[in-house]
């Protein structure tokens, strides 16, 4: 009787030890996918930040180029909007071609008018002051500004200002959109969001068709992983800090805020990643104030 009851309690203890142990073997690798996942957003933020400071330089860039470019110059100051669209076109598919970049050119007169765009030479003569206040700032301080800014769409614009002895004769923008860092980030295995705050969509009217996210937002860029977007929309993004994490649908989001050049939250910049057995983990959360550098030639990088 005495024996058996010790191997009854020599049983009981075993099977209190093993599953002890296996309670800390699974919230060890619980803390460990825990831990590797916020390493992985911590990664692929940097690279979103750092990819977004890039597109925004060489958008700089590219309109400082256009600003002091002779031909256009000569062009522009002559009046001659057909032989300035002409080398702008041309300017255009030669970097394309060399570059592998998309994007499009305003030129905005000194009334800070339309004066010829890219994609529609017939457009001429559009007020842009009441609602492009990177334009107005651009005039007023006679420098180039670059930054994520609201337009009819949501793009990172780059203005630099055309200047004669010193007086501004008008100004030459370079747009770029996200898509480029959307391919590039998928090429390292993540998914780019853009997401803006609906409040803009009364002046971004082009993007009034394009799929809200939760009541908040709605998604800029026009191409997006569908699988990973659809977690995203039933994760819930009303609760979104300056920066940050969390996890739903098997996929793992990181966060950081979008500002304008007056410091003003237009939306946000999301990637994704998909994690196995992310789907069980608890929400990660993360928040800290974003990083803000302005320069002395007014140039915002986030």
């Known amino acids: ?3 058996g009851k010790i ?33 992985s957003l911590e990664n692929a933020l940097l690279l979103t930040r750092n990819m977004l400071d890039e597109e925004q330089q060489h958008a700089l860039s590219l309109s400082l180029l256009f600003s002091e470019d002779q031909t256009f ?15 702008i076109q041309e300017k255009l598919s030669s970097l394309k071609k060399f570059q592998g970049y998309t994007f499009e050119v305003q030129v905005h007169d000194q009334n800070l008018h339309t004066y010829l765009r890219s994609w529609d030479f017939s457009i001429k003569g559009v007020p842009l002051a009441s609602f492009r206040e990177g334009l107005v700032l651009v005039k007023a301080r006679k420098r180039p500004l670059v930054s994520i800014e609201v337009g009819k769409r949501l793009n990172i614009k780059a203005i630099s200002p055309i200047l004669k002895n010193g007086i501004f004769q008008g100004s030459i923008e370079v747009i770029e959109g996200f898509e480029h860092m959307r391919e590039k980030l998928a090429e390292q295995g993540y998914a780019l969001f853009v997401l803006l705050e609906r409040k803009y969509l009364s002046v971004a009217t082009t993007l009034k068709g394009h799929p809200p996210v939760g009541d908040r937002f709605v998604l800029v860029n026009q191409y997006c992983d569908r699988d990973a977007f659809e977690r995203l929309k039933s994760a819930g993004t009303l ?9 739903g649908g098997g996929y793992a989001f990181g966060y950081f805020e979008i500002k304008n050049f007056h410091n003003e939250r237009l939306g946000y910049c999301m990637v994704a990643l998909q994690k196995s057995g992310a789907a069980g983990m608890k929400a990660l959360s993360h928040a800290q104030s974003g990083r803000t550098e302005i320069s002395d030639t007014g140039v915002i990088i986030r």
């Open 1 to 3: 009787m005495l024996s």
């Open 7 to 39: 191997d009854k309690i020599v049983l009981l203890f075993a099977a209190a030890v093993m599953s002890v142990s296996f309670y800390l073997i699974y919230a060890m690798y619980r803390s460990n996918a825990r831990e590797e996942t916020v390493h």
């Open 73 to 87: 110059l000569d062009a522009f100051y002559r009046h001659d909007r057909k032989k300035s669209f002409d080398i």
């Open 239 to 247: 609760n979104l800090g300056s920066y940050g994490y969390f996890t």
